[in-house]
């Protein structure tokens, strides 16, 4: 009977809750008794009840009057977690997520308990990898919500020995997850069962994601010293499974600890390049992951060492496993277009020769990340890459007009690659090859697929530095088919019950286009179409500024296309 009536309580609150509100004393001191009661139903009851009420007061200050139940909730919640009760669990860990987000500080004084409790339960590998997830889930919120409780009540270093305990123990290649920080695909042809998807993969992730909120949200005082300790520990163990996490740590943290980093670069580098070395190919994976993010985030300095990191990466691209050769690729993508082109010069022969053979590869997406990087050692060399155009631009020739789907992909990345090729040589040596790169361009829009289209346009905006003058003859065709794209519209009449609704009425601030008929419109904003009309966009600029005079005729038409779309109806 009392677990009934905090079941009747919960269905008042998701109905009636502004009744309710002026006993939110009373209905507090009711949940507190159910939480304390002896029957495991009852407190259970009273636990689901509480999520429903407290949401339904989380912008009210009346909130408050929950406070002492938290702790008590937690209670109810580890005596679940005792039972096998797991579902109540993950409800109760929602709730306190629930709870961090709101402005009242509601869980501020019970820190030093659910932080803890939520870390005890991602540790413990017996339990279901989605309430290990729930637990992640909540102390990443906490991180993003309340990061100076945690240095305060001294939670630092156990939530990042959980973290990286838990990337110890995945069973995926860090380039599977890593990469969901930014190149998310490069495991994709990998065959190994080793690396099809696992459960302890989604848990891994979020590992990741709360120690990068970590390094970005806390001070440098309370979580550089701690993680960098941690990382050091892991990168010295026998324990491949450790050394694994302390590469992949290091990598995930470098954007929030540069500044650190950038000061330790000649005690850190030498450990993380015999770490690319290592015969466990998880390890050499993380470590070039590293070594890519140190590329990105710690510049200038990371330059200096350039005679030290290309001989090891040089060593990556012709690794046995597909992973660490398109992990070195990204390395060398963020490392060598910030590289002088003297710098790079001795260093060439031996980098195309090894790009050249990582570009064979069977492995699709391994062939991708080779394409960028001879894309952007390109545009570094500059005309010392001459040497190098015709012998690539052949292999790139068999390449740009594939058109099975799944190749579709890698025809983008080179005809990207060729466009970033003409920037570097010029226009006297770029000539023989450009109208095959138009032709490809031309070719990939009428696919319709918008990566073709987005390659082809940037492909245009590149080569039209260069080639100037000589896009003339081709602006006829090019202005109006850019304009057009740039021109379509984001809004579109619902048609399928599937679409995102905006309901557009003059009463909701449309304009004259939707005041009389009062239609409902999807709004499209998926990546493809958004990153399609910047592309256009870049495409259109760079014509206009790189054929002079010749672009003089669709001057008008240009802008008004441009200011239409800048005050059109989302505007």
């Known amino acids: ?341 003297d710098t790079l010069l001795p260093f060439l022969p031996d980098l195309m020769q090894r790009l050249g053979q990582v570009l064979s590869s069977p492995h699709k997406t391994t062939q991708e990340m080779a394409l960028a990087a001879i894309a952007a050692t390109a545009v570094a060399s500059e005309k010392h890459f001459l040497p190098y155009t015709e012998a690539i631009i052949n292999v790139l020739r068999n390449i740009l007009f594939v058109s099975e789907p799944d190749m579709l992909n890698i025809r983008g990345r080179a005809l990207e690659c060729l466009g970033h090729i003409a920037v570097a040589v010029g226009s006297e040596h770029f000539a023989p090859y450009f109208e095959m790169g138009l032709q490809a361009a031309m070719q990939g829009i009428q696919i319709g697929e918008d990566s073709l289209k987005e390659y082809a346009y940037t492909y245009f905006a590149n080569c039209a530095k260069v080639m100037k003058n000589t896009f003339d003859q081709h602006l006829e065709t090019l202005i109006p088919h850019l304009l057009e794209v740039i021109a379509e519209s984001e809004l579109a009449p619902y048609t399928d019950d599937t679409d995102i609704l905006v309901g557009l009425d003059d009463d909701e601030g449309g304009d004259d286009d939707f005041e009389d008929d009062n239609e409902q419109y999807h709004l499209t904003t998926h990546e493809g179409f958004v990153n399609t009309k910047k592309a256009a966009l870049c495409a259109i600029g760079s014509l206009a500024d790189h054929t002079g005079a010749s672009f003089y005729p669709y001057l008008e038409t240009t802008i008004n296309t441009l200011l239409a779309e800048n005050t059109g109806p989302l505007w």
């Open 1 to 341: 009977m009392r677990a009934l009536c905090f079941n009747l309580l919960g269905q008042l609150a998701e109905h009636v809750s502004e009744h309710l509100k002026p006993h939110t004393q009373t209905i507090a001191e009711m949940i507190l008794a159910g939480c304390n009661d002896p029957s495991h139903n009852v407190a259970v009851a009273a636990l689901s009840a509480s999520t429903i009420i407290i949401g339904s007061l989380s912008e009210e200050p009346e909130v408050m009057l929950f406070q002492g139940v938290i702790s008590h909730l937690l209670q109810v919640m580890q005596k679940c977690l005792e039972s096998g009760d797991e579902d109540v669990v993950a409800e109760g860990l929602d709730l306190i997520q629930e709870c961090a987000a709101m402005e009242q500080p509601l869980v501020n004084d019970h820190i030093q308990n659910i932080v803890p409790f939520a870390v005890s339960i991602m540790g413990n590998f017996s339990l279901e990898s989605s309430t290990r997830g729930v637990a992640g889930q909540t102390i990443l919120s906490i991180i993003e919500l309340r990061p100076k409780l945690l240095a305060k009540q001294n939670l630092v270093q156990p939530i990042l020995e959980v973290f990286v305990q838990a990337i110890a123990n995945s069973d995926s290649s860090g380039a599977g997850t890593l990469y969901t920080m930014g190149n998310r695909h490069l495991n994709e042809e990998d065959d190994d069962d080793d690396d099809e998807y696992t459960p302890s993969m989604e848990l891994t992730e979020i590992a990741q994601m709360c120690l990068d909120r970590m390094s970005l949200s806390m001070t440098s005082k309370t979580f550089v010293g701690p993680v960098l300790n941690i990382i050091s520990n892991c990168m010295g163990s026998p324990d491949k499974n450790l050394r694994k996490a302390g590469c992949a740590v290091l990598g995930i943290v470098c954007e929030g600890c540069s500044d650190a980093i950038r000061e330790i670069l000649p005690d850190v580098l030498p450990r993380l390049l015999e770490a690319v070395h290592d015969p466990e190919y998880y390890v050499r994976e993380s470590a070039c992951f590293a070594l890519g993010q140190f590329s990105e985030h710690c510049q200038p300095e990371i330059l200096y060492h350039h005679q030290s990191i290309l001989p090891a990466l040089f060593s990556a691209l012709v690794d046995e496993r597909p992973t660490v050769q398109g992990t070195s690729c990204y390395v060398l993508e963020n490392f060598c277009e910030n590289l002088q082109p």
